[in-house]
């Protein structure tokens, strides 16, 4: 139950088989593995050995897709970092990640600069596609002269570490959850398994890998030997295209690029007809949004519902059309409760916290005793979301505990009125926060994207109050945005929100 022969397997037994695409870039299994384990004996030349930390602060590149498999073949782990993190929250993921090396491209390195004073002087700096500068040596000639034999075979338990993934940070201080060699496999078969995924499949990746959703459809494409293709930055305008030419079978889009994209007239039959599964993921999707979709491109809708800390849900395409507004079921091996504050099992139908227990459990959080004690509890991962299960187990998602506003004593959900607002037909997005009330506590505020400016703010709100039934649920104000906040896997920072509009 590790990782480090997967890409090593492929080559040998279908090695001219179209693994990557990347740009221009087209490489087979035998090709892809090829740079694989030159990456993989550069590090080792590097010093790098079995459970020490390698660094990535790099977008969606050709390097970091391989970095992931480099590392599984030494035992290393994996530490990627979102490009879009800066200053002091760069130092501190990674100080607490205790990363030895970190690899960067040049448009990175201007804020790498900017912290290394700040960090261990023993840091190994490694710079892609570009001659070494400064402290950086480059990338490219480490691993040009580094051979493409296959790394010396070392042990590998399945409890150790793969990856370290830091939270986006949408609720608090980002966290670093770490998934083990055992956890990754069974993101390899069951994740195979829930989207239909087979060797004939082209995956397609537009959003951040970066992301952990994004492991949700890229280890069953390597693991099984589809073809993968990985693209720089989400292209609403373009993407019909490439799903044509590349002939795409399975893609992931999280909630506002699939909104992006039904603004898109081209998004549609007949020219989606290799599309055999959308799947999304991240946020909730309204209502309004998946039936339109649905509509598009029938019988192809997935959703689920998780945490990378290791429980999920699928809805899939063949449950969609009864459970509409569900997001399915927990996967097989897997346990769900509804609980209160107490920690006790609600009735069927009640609102409470979402717990689970999964084969995708995280081990812990990263030098984090406190944090990974209150997370999980007698084995069971506490979410921090809010929902109810139906009489046949399907879970319904109410909220996050901590975007549940609580106006004059009574829980308000964001998401019920996002999903009134999102039916004005000027509106192209919305995001439903709390802010500060001097009488009720708490009241709900709509920042909202328009299609067209052809509606003024009061009458947005007045349409939208009008179908509000409870008082407490009433907008006290709207906000036109040209675009939300967003963390690098596209969900919307509602803390964001909270904090420059007054909550």
Known sequence: MNLSQIISFHARYRPNKLAVVFKETRLSYKEFNDICNRLANALRAAGIKKSDKVASFLANSLELLTLYWATAKIGAVAVPFSPLVRGQGLVNLITDSEAIIII???????????????????????????????????????????????????????????????????????????????????????????????????????????????????????????????????????????VKQEKVSHMMLVPSQIISMLEQKQFKLPELNSVEMILTVGAPLHQIYKDELDK??????????????????????????????????????????????????????????????SPFLMTHYYNDPKRTSEAIKDGWLYSGDLGYTDEEGFLYLADRKKDMIISGGINVYPSDIEAIVSQHPSVVEVAVFG???????????????????????????????????????KLSKVIFMANFPRSSAGKTLKRELRKNFGA
């Open 104 to 242: 960067t491209d040049l448009a990175g390195s201007q804020h790498i600069d900017k912290i290394k004073k700040d960090l261990s002087a023993n840091m190994i700096y490694w710079l892609t596609g570009s001659k070494a500068k400064n402290n950086y040596q480059s990338y490219d000639k480490q691993t040009t002269n580094a051979k493409t034999d296959e790394p010396p075979m070392i042990e590998i338990a399945d409890s150790d570490p793969c990856n370290i993934i830091y939270s986006s940070g949408t609720t608090g201080l980002p966290k670093g959850i770490v998934l083990s060699h055992a956890t990754r496999a069974n993101y390899c078969t069951m994740c195979a398994n829930y989207f239909r995924v087979h060797v004939d499949s082209v995956v397609l990746q537009t959003g951040s890998i970066v992301f952990n959703g994004a492991f949700l459809t890229l280890m069953p494409a390597f693991y099984l030997g589809a073809s993968y293709i990985l693209e720089p930055s989400f292209k609403p305008k373009t993407l019909v295209e490439l």
């Open 296 to 357: 598009r491109v029938p019988n192809v809708f997935y959703e689920l519902y998780g945490l990378t800390e290791g429980f999920f849900t699928v809805l899939d395409n063949t449950d969609f059309k009864r459970k509409p507004n569900s997001v399915g079921n927990p996967v097989q091996f897997s346990q769900m409760r509804i609980v209160d504050d107490s920690g006790e099992d609600v009735e069927q139908g009640q609102v409470g916290e979402i717990i689970g227990k």
């Open 435 to 473: 802010v500060a009330h001097p009488e009720w506590g708490e009241t709900p505020v709509a920042a909202v994207i328009l299609r067209k400016p052809d509606i003024t703010e009061s009458e947005l709100k007045e349409w939208v109050n009008e179908k509000l039934e409870a008082r407490y649920q």
